[in-house]
C-alpha cells in the first residue's frame, strides 16, 4: 500500500514554509446552476490563492441530470477553471449525491484524473468507496514529509448489501423509535476504510521513522461530529461556530474515530454534508470540524456561503491555524 499511498501526480511542498489549503464542501452544481457559484467561487480562490483544494462531497445536485462524460466535462470545466489556469493542485471525495447526480462515482473517477491539476486517486482496490486516498505534503528542501492529508469516501445511504449478517434487516439502524445516532440512515467511512487508514499509518509512521501529523477530511459526519454538538457546553471541548441544524451523520459507528485516537497522528477531522453546520470541537485531542456549503441551488444561508481554510507551518505542522472564509467578506456586491 505504501507506494500508491504515497504516488502523487503532481508533488506537494511547503513554500517558504508555509502551505495552505482550501476545503470546498456541497457545490451541489449540475447541468443548471446559478452563476453566483462560479463568481464566489472564483473570486475566492483569487483571494486567498490556496496551495491546494480539497473538494469533500456533493459537487453535483441530486437533479444535475449529467448523465454523460461530455456533461459532467462541461461542469468541472467551469467550477475548475480557475485552478486548472492557475496550475492549483485539487483532489476530491465523493459525497452523497454525485452517483444520484450523474452516476457511478467508479466510472466518474477516471473523468476527475484526467484532469492536469487533479491529484485525485483511489489507492486500495476491494475495500469500500471510489476515492479513498493519501496527500503527502513535503517539506520545502528534500524529501522528508511534514504534514498529510486522508481523504475518504463516506458513501450514501446504508446499502443492506454492504452487510453479510443474516439477521440485519434496514430497521435495526433507519426506523429505530430511539435510533443512536442520527436516524436518517446515511451512511458513512466503513470499517474496512477505518483500517486502511490504521494500517497506512503505521506504514507512514515506519518509513517516516515517526508519525506525520495529519488531517481527515470526506463528507458525511460521523457520530463523534453529533457527540460534540450534543456536549457543546462542556468547556474542555472548545465549541465554537455555528450549529443551525442537526447533524445527519452515519446510524452505524464503524469506529474512525477510535482508529484515529489510536495511531494519534490525526489533529483534526473535517466534513460538509450538513449546509448549516460549521463549528468545531476537540474531543481526545482531536479537532472535528464541519465546513459550510457553497450552493445557491439547494438550502443555505447566504451569510455562511464559503469554506474552510487551513494554514499550515512547516516549522510546527501540527498545529496548524484553521478557519472560516466567507464569501460575503470577499466577494464583490455579493448580496447585488
Known sequence: MLSENLYLKKELRFKNGKFKIAMVSDLHGGKKYNPKLKRDFDAM???????????????????????????????LNEITEYLEVNNIPWANVYGNHEREGAYE???????????????????????RGTSNHMIPIKASEGEEIKFNIWGLDS???????????????????????????????????????????????????????????????FHIPIPEHLVMLRNRDVPNLKFKGEAREGVACGDLNHGLFTAALMRADVKGIYVGHD??????????????????????????????????????????????????????????????
Request: proline content about 4%.
Open 275 to 336: 449546509h448549516l453546520n460549521d463549528y468545531t470541537a476537540t474531543y481526545c485531542g482531536i479537532e472535528l470540524g464541519f465546513n459550510s456549503a457553497m450552493a445557491y441551488d439547494e438550502y443555505n444561508d447566504d451569510d455562511m456561503r464559503g469554506f474552510r481554510v487551513f494554514e499550515i507551518d512547516e516549522s510546527d505542522p501540527e498545529n496548524y491555524n484553521t478557519y472560516l472564509l466567507r464569501a460575503e467578506k470577499v466577494v464583490p456586491n455579493y448580496y447585488d
Open 45 to 75: 480562490m483569487e483571494y486567498l490563492k490556496p496551495d491546494l483544494v480539497l473538494f469533500s462531497g456533493d459537487m453535483f445536485d441530486i437533479r444535475a441530470n449529467l448523465r454523460t462524460e461530455e456533461e459532467v466535462r462541461k461542469f
Open 105 to 127: 462515482n467508479r466510472l466518474l473517477q477516471p473523468v476527475f484524473e484526467s484532469y492536469p491539476n487533479c491529484i485525485s486517486k483511489s489507492c486500495t482496490a476491494g475495500i
Open 155 to 217: 458513501g450514501c445511504i446504508i446499502n443492506l448489501a454492504d452487510y453479510e449478517h443474516d439477521n440485519y434487516t434496514e430497521a435495526d439502524v433507519i426506523c429505530l423509535k430511539h435510533p443512536a445516532y442520527s436516524g436518517h440512515g446515511y451512511d458513512s467511512p466503513a470499517f474496512d476504510q477505518a483500517m486502511w487508514y490504521y494500517q497506512s499509518s503505521k506504514e507512514l509512521e515506519e518509513y517516516c521513522g515517526r508519525k506525520i501529523p495529519s488531517i481527515m477530511y
